[in-house]
């Protein structure tokens, strides 16, 4: 066996172990706000809530501040993710403080009793 033949399979190899993580990569676009769903449990009612990065709102006793919501570059109308913290004017704590995903809500939400709040899509200007 030549000298060639023993870096080719070993090249391949190498490249392909590269690949996934080339093809992970997307660029990422800031947009200027976010429009966040809003769901009152107790009274059944489903809101929308458009914040400017930066700017906090009321939903019943919660603040919700937004403070960055970004999106794939190449398409911004796919999976948008949002930096929300949320605190309880009434009880004077925070109660979340994170990323959320619009195309997978569930995975780290806002634990309430009354309210859930989950990202749609960012805006832009």
Partial sequence: ????????????????ATLPAQAL???VATGDGAVLRTLDKVAGRAEDLE????????????????????????????????????RDTREGEERFSGW??????????????????WVLRCTTS
């Fill in 1 to 16: 066996m030549n000298r060639v033949s023993v870096c080719l399979p070993a090249l391949a190899l190498l490249l392909a």
């Fill in 25 to 27: 990569e997307q660029s």
């Fill in 51 to 86: 914040l400017a990065a930066g700017e906090t709102g009321m939903l019943g006793t919660l603040e919700v501040a937004l403070t960055e919501c970004r999106y794939p570059a190449a398409d911004p109308s796919s999976n948008a993710y949002a930096h929300i913290e949320i």
């Fill in 100 to 117: 959320m995903i619009a195309g997978s809500p569930a995975l780290n939400a806002l634990d309430h009793a009354r309210y859930d709040v």
